[in-house]
């Protein structure tokens, strides 16, 4: 993930979400952020329902983070990631730039179509198609 | 086959007490609480590394949340859940084959609640947690 300026203000944190989806499996989903020996984590704890898990910020400002998807247990899983740079700390602020790209899954990540941020549809094990929405600010 | 008999032999090897290599921490009650530590492997005189082989031990009771441990170096990551708390069994045996040089090593719970966990952390000379045990040092970021 890069947080950049795209006009909206200078980005201070990284708002991090997610939401497991179908199958309905016994793993539970994970998302780590990391910059810079600054971390934070976040965990849908129940597989399939409608809530995702709590929304988490880290005060990275601007540049590169790394985003890690994990689960607990062997199965595969689905998921969505939702990721927003933002102006203020602890996710606080406008929506500022944000972009994302993929390493270890295999599949790279689609280019985001030109609106604001940001979710990803994924699947944890299969690893395979990836495919991108956004979210309007 | 091979491999998975270099890993049971590896798993064998850190059981047996490479103590020198496990770090005790905790995370605080938040549910985001993670602690974050840069693991360097290098030659030191065994072998160049090929890997870091990781494993966490949540040691908190068992109505604490789970305790995982993901592992990064380039585009290499690997994790690992302890599916138990407070059980004497720790998380399954992963691997990062990242070479030599620095790798981000994060300890993550699943929810709300105190927890301590046991980190085992081993650099060795062959991929996927196989060959001799080489040089290991740790340095801890962030802790929660």
Redesign the interface.
């Known amino acids: 993930m890069t947080c950049s300026d795209d006009g909206s203000g200078a980005p201070a944190s990284l708002a991090v979400q997610l939401r497991q989806q179908s199958p309905v499996a016994a793993p539970i989903v994970s998302v780590q952020v990391l910059k810079g020996g600054l971390a934070t984590n976040t965990t849908d704890p129940v597989n399939g329902d409608a809530n995702a898990s709590p929304l988490v910020a880290l005060n990275g400002s601007s540049g590169s983070y790394n985003v890690f998807v994990d689960k607990s247990d062997a199965g595969t899983e689905s998921y969505e990631l939702m990721v927003q740079c933002k102006t203020g700390s602890n996710g606080s602020g406008a929506d500022t730039g944000t972009a994302i790209s993929g390493t270890s899954t295999g599949t790279p990540i689609p280019a985001l179509p030109p609106s604001v941020v940001a979710g990803l549809v994924a699947s944890l094990l299969a690893l395979a198609g990836f495919s991108a929405w956004r979210r309007s600010p | 086959m091979r491999g998975v008999f270099a890993l049971a032999v590896a798993a064998v090897v850190l059981a047996g007490g490479a103590s020198a290599h496990t770090q005790l921490g905790s995370l605080g009650a938040a ?2 609480a ?3 530590y ?1 693991v360097t492997c290098s030659d030191d005189g065994s072998g160049p590394p090929k890997t870091l082989l990781l494993q966490v031990q949540d040691t908190t009771s068992a109505s604490a949340p ?1 305790v ?1 441990v ?1 592992g ?1 170096r ?4 690997s ?1 690992s ?1 302890d ?1 138990t708390s407070g059980d004497s069994n720790p998380s399954p045996l992963v691997y990062v084959n990242g070479g030599s040089g620095v790798f ?1 090593v ?1 300890v ?4 709300a609640g105190a927890d301590s966990y046991t980190l085992t952390y081993h650099c060795y000379t062959g991929v996927n947690g196989t060959g001799i045990h080489t040089g290991t040092a740790i340095v801890r ?2 802790n929660q």
């Open positions: 549910a985001s993670t602690d974050s840069q789970l995982g993901e990064h380039a585009s290499q990551n994790n859940v599916a981000d994060l993550y719970k699943t929810g970021g962030q």
